[in-house]
């Protein structure tokens, strides 16, 4: 596996790609990676002749200086992992490479997708969520690119973005990864205790509740259920809503023919985890 440690290169190294007729597959990621991670280089392979994936903590999509501070840097590991995913190569930039103007992002027009839950809570998030994606598909430039649907809005919020800059990129959803209890694979669940593990299994049962409830129940009944659930736990819930999956506006009544999804936002401690589900 080659890695590509800046801009240059990178660009040399996918011109050679190009060059041989190869369709490339990319998917990046912030490290700390896990099996949810590796399930998108899977997805690659199936459809691609060069994988390629990169590691880089952005740092304009942290709106808590914080949070940025504490995400898990794990290199040594993310290489060993994804090397024995069969990934081909790995761009793991300077902030220079991506940003040569400074840490600044572009304002995107992301059709209100960005101004619904995500983007209530972490203002200028998704500003520097699209900046990054777009900055690394024009450099690594590959037929198809690979997101966890674990991200559903940021997955939602790329494809617009891909949409309106004319990107010549297929974008591909891939479905959330969890582990045996239901926990959705995350590089957060690195600062849960035994404890906060186990009980975080609490989102994906609620999450199944609320697919089983959409049968019968009105969004407002399950939501306030939901709130129920959270207030006799360990959790801090920071929202529950149901959403139309295409435009992410919340609903308050179903109709036929539209399709819903289910997110959840809590805190075990200091540790945000999300989740969701389409329901059906």
Do not use: C
């Not at 890695?3 to 990319?26: A, C, H, P, S, W």
């Not at 019968?216 to 399950?222: A, G, H, V, Y």
């Amino acid at each position: 596996m080659k890695v590509l440690r800046n801009k240059k290169t990178l660009i040399d190294y996918i011109e050679r790609q190009r060059e041989m007729g190869k369709k490339i597959g990319f998917a990046p990621t912030m490290g700390a990676l896990h099996l949810g991670h590796i399930s998108l280089y899977e997805a690659a392979k199936k459809e691609n002749d060069e994988v390629i994936s990169s590691v880089f903590v952005n740092p304009t999509q942290f709106n808590n200086a914080d949070d940025f501070e504490k995400y898990p840097q794990t290199l040594e590991d993310d290489l060993k992992l994804l090397e024995n995913a069969g990934v081909d190569a790995v761009y793991v930039p300077k902030a220079i490479d991506i940003y040569p103007e400074g840490l600044k992002s572009k304002h995107y027009d992301f059709d209100g997708l960005d101004q619904e839950m995500e983007g209530k809570f972490r203002p200028g998030h998704f500003d520097g969520v699209g900046t990054v994606v777009e900055e690394l598909l024009r450099q690594v430039q590959p037929h198809n690119a690979y997101f966890g649907e674990k991200d559903y809005q940021q997955l939602a919020i790329i494809k617009k973005m891909v949409k309106k800059t004319n990107l010549p990129v297929k974008i591909h959803g891939v479905p959330t990864l969890r582990e045996q209890s239901g926990l959705a694979l995350s590089s957060r669940n690195l600062r849960l205790d035994e404890k906060q593990r186990k009980e975080a299994v609490i989102i994906y049962e609620t999450l199944l509740k609320a697919k089983e409830w959409f049968k019968s129940l009105s969004p407002k009944e399950i939501k306030e259920r939901v709130e129920n659930i959270f207030k006799a736990s360990n959790f801090e819930l920071e929202y529950f809503t149901i959403t139309d999956e295409e435009t992410l506006k919340e609903t308050e009544t179903f109709q036929e023919g539209k399709n819903y999804r289910a997110f959840i936002v809590a805190y075990a401690g200091d540790v945000r985890l999300i989740d969701n589900m389409h329901l059906e």
